[in-house]
């Protein structure tokens, strides 16, 4: 990735952190963020978020369901501190609700001005379409912020 994106990319993580810690959201570390279907919700991650994890990822099965998180073992995230957008804002408190609305929609739109100003494109998918994408589990990232990085030209995901 480019360092520049990396840069501005962990600017918009650390303002999240920082506004989802002022906001103080309760955690019943029910794990109910990780598993998808049988929770009734889906993790979408933009193209910078799916990089930046995929970096220092630790190896998952594929392919990739749409059900659950691969990452989250024993009911813990094996990919915490590369944890998407997501994962960093959602949390079942119902009186943070629409507090945590409005982080996502800041934050998204951050990154789309990160992706409009570096002419980086703009790819937004559910987690698994990504990971399987990258077709490389545990062995790092796909670049997908070079035209032709090691896992070849940027291909774009399909839309679900």
């Not at 220092?56 to 590369?82: I, K, M, N, W």
């Not at 937004?124 to 990232?141: E, I, S």
Request: aromatic residues 8%; negative net charge.
């Amino acid at each position: 990735m480019n360092p520049g994106v990396r840069r501005e990319v962990l600017e918009i993580y650390a303002g999240v952190d920082a506004a989802v810690r002022a906001a103080g959201p309760r955690c019943d570390a029910s794990g109910r963020c990780c598993r998808f279907k049988e929770y009734g919700h889906t993790l979408f991650i933009s193209h910078f978020e799916a990089d930046l994890l995929l970096e220092s990822a630790p190896p998952y099965p594929t392919p990739v369901s749409p059900d659950g998180c691969p990452f989250q073992v024993d009911g813990l995230c094996t990919a915490r501190e590369s944890r998407p957008l997501g994962c960093r804002i959602y949390f079942c408190d119902p009186a943070y609700e629409e507090t945590g609305n409005r982080i996502t929609e800041e934050a998204i739109a951050g990154l789309k001005r990160i992706a409009d100003a570096h002419a980086a494109g703009w790819q937004y998918a559910p987690l698994h379409v990504f990971l399987n994408a990258a077709g490389r589990p545990g062995t790092g990232a796909a670049d997908t912020m070079s035209p032709a990085g090691p896992a070849g030209p940027r291909r774009p995901l399909p839309v679900v």
